[in-house]
């Protein structure tokens, strides 16, 4: 049973459980939040959105044999997790050119990247979550060097098999956001979400914008872009 709140994050509540202390409840909100929560809204059924979309991930990736926190969805808005530790590191892939990289570095959106770039980022609102390296992460976190070798193979794997998941929906991949946490015996597990709040999702056909874009360049519904989301995975990992 849903116990009490533990955590509330810019997009998630995290509760804990009465009956086991290793199992939390998390609560996806309304809430959008962009550019380090600078740009703020709110999206009536978002949260359900942001849960089914996850969860349907969660479980097309344990087909996939990648681990990960996720245990069940509970109803429209809530998910039963592993209680993990997380590691405050965003592991951000990219396979296409979009968003921070292209002002940082000037390169032009929709570049291409073979092998496709990991990026490491300090998770740390009043610093804006800054970009680091391997030594910086030993530093400023618990990682290790053999731990953190394998969270870049588990994301290397991870977005190969999304991007053939999100291939089979229609979407382009352009690149995504994974945490990972540990479980109280230190397996290092892929944790938090995987949404369109957390990917860029291009459509293959017209080249449009499905992911958190519309809401952050402000070209679009969200909400009817996340329903399409959803509906494409539904019809799609049902088969896989
Ligand atoms: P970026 O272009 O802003 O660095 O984002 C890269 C990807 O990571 C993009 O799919 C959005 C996702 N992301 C998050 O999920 N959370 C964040 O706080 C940030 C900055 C990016
Ligand atoms: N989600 C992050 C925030 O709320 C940043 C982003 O995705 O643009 O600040």
């Given at each position: 049973m849903k116990g009490s709140l533990l955590y509330e994050g810019k997009a998630k509540r995290v509760y804990v459980t009465t009956d086991d202390q290793e199992r939390l409840v998390l609560s996806y909100k309304d809430d959008a939040t962009a550019f380090n929560g600078k740009k703020k809204s709110e999206f009536a059924g978002k949260g359900r959105l942001n849960n089914l979309i996850t969860s349907k991930v969660f479980q097309y990736l344990h087909k996939q044999g990648i681990p990960t926190h996720f245990i069940e969805?509970?109803?429209?808005?809530e998910q039963l997790v592993k209680r993990t530790t997380i590691i405050p590191l965003e592991v951000v892939v990219r396979n296409k050119a979009a968003g921070s990289i292209t002002k940082r570095l000037g390169i032009e959106e929709k570049t291409r990247f073979h092998p496709p770039i990991i990026e490491l980022f300090y998770k740390k609102d009043e610093l804006n979550d800054p970009l680091i390296n391997d030594v910086h992460a030993y530093h400023l976190t618990d990682v290790k060097e053999q731990e953190l070798t394998f969270i870049k193979e588990q994301a290397m794997i991870i977005n190969e098999q999304l991007i053939a998941l999100f291939q089979s929906a229609g979407?382009?991949?352009a690149d995504f956001k994974l945490e990972f946490g540990r479980l109280p015996d230190g397996t290092i597990v892929l944790s938090d979400e995987v949404s369109p709040d957390t990917c860029r999702l291009w459509d293959?056909?017209?080249?449009?914008k499905m992911d958190k874009d519309v809401f952050r360049e402000e070209i679009g519904s969200l909400i009817e872009v996340y329903e399409n989301i959803l509906q494409r995975l539904e019809e799609n990992v049902c088969a896989k």
């Open positions: 969805a509970l109803n429209d808005t979407l382009e991949l293959i056909k017209t080249g449009q």
